[in-house]
């Protein structure tokens, strides 16, 4: 089995930011660092998705997750992590 991997790309626009991305990015960055997350998951941030009326957005796997909350962003990296196998 080959080393799972996980890509979030969370953006870092203005108006994601008013919308809390900054706390967001934090919460993640610390449930990544623990668990099952550890070493699969990388963080990266994005300008401006063009999607400012759902901040703050954040890509998992393909999927947008729009108003993004960290249980649902980490709900689907554990999903997209199973998926892989
Ligand atoms: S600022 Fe995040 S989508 Fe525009």
Avoid at 13 to 34: H, I, N, V, Y
């Amino acid at each position: 089995m080959g080393h799972k991997r996980q890509l979030i790309f969370l953006c870092n626009g203005s108006d994601c930011r008013g919308a809390g991305a900054k706390s967001l990015k934090k919460e993640l960055k610390a449930e990544l660092k623990s668990g099952e997350l550890k070493g699969n998951c990388k963080l990266i941030e994005t300008k401006c998705m063009d999607m400012c009326k759902s901040a703050p957005v954040v890509i998992v796997n393909q999927y947008f997750c729009k108003k993004a909350a960290a249980d649902t962003v980490l709900k689907e990296i554990k999903k997209a992590l199973r998926e892989q196998g």
